[in-house]
């Protein structure tokens, strides 16, 4: 009889201490996996952010207000990328040379060299002429120097390239085609909206979007009492049930 109590006493024990474990690691590992999920959650809202800010520099009247629209953008997009070497010293900006006017001098001779060779005779002479005058000008201003061969050292330049926005964006962290659906949410989209309000001081309008995705959406399979908990603690803080960004920021920042 005693040895049957002896182990009917164990078993509560263990059962006790398996509660009490189970009660203190269980916020643990809710909250790990949570931030797991928040993770990859906000890195999606980022580039959704990231996208809508290139949408509306190209087009200048707003973002857009469906994903399959700004997934076509950013897939067949290109971004202007601007190599810059050198600036301009104190010397060449007390000469009054800016960026602008080092451009240009490059800008005519290269067209002189171009248009010396469409020409012949004493037509392309004087156009070899004009682009010796000006490249030996960027030379004496110290924008470029010649080497043995002739070929020239550029001190400043500025070219642009244009590259894939998807790379220029995401760098290969995001799949652009998937940027709509929410992770760990079984393929729930975002919910995106957008407005355009005027402003009655200045009558400007005032364009933003707001993109969202609630806890419920994207914790499923977690516990659910530790989910119960974080919705009304949402609830008594007066702020959304889950992660959002706007045009100018996210909640989590």
């Not at 474990?21 to 952010?49: C, H, W």
């Not at 000469?95 to 020409?119: C, P, R």
């Not at 975002?190 to 309008?205: C, E, H, P």
Request: aromatic share 12%; charged share 25%.
């Amino acid at each position: 009889m005693k040895k049957v109590i002896n182990i009917l006493l164990a078993l509560c024990i263990a059962g006790l201490a398996y509660i009490y474990y189970g009660s203190i690691m269980g916020p643990i590992n809710f909250q790990k996996e949570k931030t797991i999920r928040d993770n990859a959650v906000i890195a999606k809202l980022k580039a959704i952010k990231d996208a809508q800010a290139e949408y509306n520099n190209a087009y200048g009247n707003g973002y857009c207000d469906n994903f399959d629209t700004l997934i076509a953008f950013v897939r067949d997009g290109r971004l202007p990328i601007v190599k810059m070497i050198g600036n301009l010293t104190d010397d060449q900006l007390e000469a009054n040379w800016t960026e602008g006017k080092v451009l240009k001098l490059y800008e005519d001779a290269y067209t002189a060299e171009a248009m010396a060779q469409n020409m012949k005779g004493s037509k392309a002479k004087e156009k070899e002429k004009l682009a010796k005058q000006l490249w030996d000008s960027a030379a004496a201003a110290g924008f470029i120097s010649y080497n043995e061969d002739g070929s020239k050292e550029f001190s400043f330049y500025r070219d642009t390239v244009w590259v894939d926005m998807t790379d220029s964006l995401f760098h290969g962290t995001i799949n652009v085609d998937s940027l709509k659906f929410v992770p760990y949410s079984d393929n729930k989209q975002f919910d995106l909206s957008i407005a355009a309000d005027t402003s009655a001081k200045t009558g400007l309008v005032q364009y933003s979007f707001i993109v969202q995705a609630p806890y419920e959406w994207y914790l499923g399979g977690l516990e659910k009492q530790e989910i119960i908990n974080l919705l009304e603690q949402c609830d008594a803080r007066g702020v959304f049930r889950g992660l959002q960004v706007t045009n100018e920021s996210g909640n989590w920042e």
